[in-house]
């Protein structure tokens, strides 16, 4: 009895440390089809040999806002790729100073919603938005919080 307690301990502590993020290409974009916080959702991305996407160019916004809108109908919410608000490699390194983790790069290049950064100490990790209008507009959330994610 205590034996098969441990065995089902240790595949319960297995499932947990192991990402099993299965992806939709589109472009040179690949959509998680599960959620996951920042730091796991960054770690399944380097397990394809991929990072966390960037969005560090209007050219790169705009080809993936144009590829989403296309798998979508027009619309972005009814892309059948992206399955809902999802984690960039965007990052707070310190409170104000936001980075691309994939990159190293200052944001040059940002395309915030109204109201975007909160100045949280808590919130430092950036996502981009689909819902509504929300058009992939950047928006920051807790990086402990479950998204979906995109590599490349
Ligand atoms: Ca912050």
Redesign the pocket.
């Known amino acids: 009895m205590a034996k098969a307690i441990l065995v089902s301990l240790a595949v319960v502590a297995f499932l947990a440390t192991t990402s099993f993020s299965a992806f939709i290409q589109l472009g040179p974009f690949y959509f998680s089809d599960n959620t996951l916080p920042w730091v796991e959702a960054r770690q399944a991305c380097r397990d394809t040999n991929r990072s966390l996407v960037s969005v560090d160019s209007a050219d790169k916004d705009r080809n993936l806002v144009r590829l989403l809108r296309a798998s979508g109908n027009g619309a972005i919410e009814n892309s059948t790729v992206i399955k809902g608000q999802s984690w960039s490699s965007g990052h707070?390194v310190a409170?104000g100073v936001w980075e691309w983790d994939s990159t190293h790069e200052p944001f040059f290049y940002t395309r915030w919603f109204v109201g975007q950064?909160?100045?949280?100490?808590?919130?430092?990790c950036v996502y981009l938005a689909t819902r509504g209008v929300s058009d992939l507009y950047w928006r920051?959330a807790n990086c402990s919080a479950a998204m979906h994610f995109i590599c490349e």
Do not use: G, K, T
């Open positions: 707070e409170e950064p909160d100045a949280l100490d808590d919130i430092n920051d």
